[in-house]
């Protein structure tokens, strides 16, 4: 069993002690929970790709508490990375910049380029600052599966293959940050995330590109079946839901309408707001996951909540593995 601790002063010692030790701990930050390392220990970041079953060629997130760690952690820092930090951190934006030469490879994938960011969590930023620390902090679930954004949910995924789960209560943002990289001409989003493009493109004045989902197995959120329930899931408009269940036996549904009078599956009504919507999204994705419906229908969002619905595409994809 792994040990969940809510965050008070003597935990967040106690955490920073362990990940000092060497040892894994699973953090709360604003978007989803994060399986952090120390980052200046190569062996105790090794540890999250064995725990997460994570292939070693996916690069990690450094997470920091202090805008002047950047300069420990990357090279040739462009004055817009700094914009953005000041405009943005802390907060779901991960700059990707030139590595520093002391970064050890398992952190980046031996990729010259490292994503670093300031989360927006007064526990994870008080561990941090406490230690002196950086850490490597993936998305603390197994390797393709659902994010965790609650600390059951982090022992659901990973039981006793962290040391410390520290609780810091439900993730208030509940999609990954938005990654943007600065080392390629024009600037090109990598990931959405709930900072739009147009937010970013507010601060510089520099040219940016959205990747279409191309397939990269650099970019572990990039892979076609990612942030995946186990049972099949399926996206559809809103109006074809009723229809569609009528092929299966038992179905849960998330929907934006209220639930109909004579639904006998499981129904969960989503929140027409985007920010409240992806603050649900993985919990409610998980909720229904763990009925005992024969698959999940998603009615689609709009399409300009790029962040919300590139991971619905994703948890509904077909695996290709
Ligand atoms: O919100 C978040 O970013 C969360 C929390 C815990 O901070 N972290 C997270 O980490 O989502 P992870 O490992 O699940 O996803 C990080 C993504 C991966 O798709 C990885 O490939 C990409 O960031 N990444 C990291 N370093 C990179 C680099 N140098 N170049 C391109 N992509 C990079
Ligand atoms: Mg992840």
Redesign the pocket.
């Known amino acids: 069993m792994s040990i969940i601790i809510n965050a008070n002063p003597i935990s967040l010692l106690l955490a920073s002690q362990a990940l000092k030790e060497g040892k894994l701990v699973a953090i709360p930050?604003e978007?989803?929970?994060?399986l952090a390392a120390d980052a200046t220990n190569p062996s105790a970041v090794e540890k999250i790709f064995i725990a997460k079953e994570r292939p070693q060629q996916?690069?990690?997130?450094v997470?920091i508490a202090d805008i002047d760690q950047l300069t420990d952690w990357a090279i040739d820092i462009p004055p817009s990375a700094y914009q953005l930090a000041k405009k943005f951190w802390p907060g779901?934006l991960?700059l990707?910049l030139k590595k520093h030469p002391k970064v050890h490879p398992i952190i980046?994938g031996n990729?010259e380029?490292?994503?670093i960011?300031m989360?927006a969590h007064p526990v994870t930023l008080a561990i941090l600052k406490q230690g002196h620390l950086a850490v490597a902090?993936?998305?603390a679930n197994r390797h393709c599966q659902i994010?965790p954004t609650t600390a059951q949910h982090v022992e659901e995924e990973l039981g006793d293959k962290v040391d410390l789960i520290i609780d810091g209560g439900p993730c208030a943002v509940g999609v990954?940050?938005t990654?943007i990289?600065l080392t390629s001409t024009p600037y090109e989003i990598?990931?959405p995330g709930m900072i739009s493009q147009e937010a970013i493109s507010a601060v510089l004045t520099e040219k940016i590109h959205t990747q279409k989902s191309t397939f990269s197995p650099?970019?572990?959120?990039?892979l076609d079946k990612h942030y995946s329930p186990k049972k099949t899931a399926m996206l559809l408009p809103e109006n074809a839901i009723l229809e569609t269940s009528l092929q299966y036996k038992k179905v849960a549904v998330m929907a934006f309408l209220e639930k109909p009078k004579a639904w006998s599956g499981y129904w969960e009504t989503m929140p027409t707001n985007a920010e409240a919507y992806a603050q649900k999204l993985y919990s409610t994705l998980r909720q229904l996951d763990h009925t005992d419906a024969d698959i999940i229908l998603i009615a689609k969002p709009p399409m300009d909540w790029l962040a919300i619905y590139d991971r619905l595409q994703r948890a509904c994809a077909i695996s290709h593995s």
């Open positions: 930050t978007t989803v929970y994060g996916h690069p990690l997130i997470h779901p991960t990707i980046t990729q380029t490292i994503g960011r989360p902090a993936p998305s994010s990954e940050s990654i990289n990598l990931r650099r970019v572990s959120g990039s």
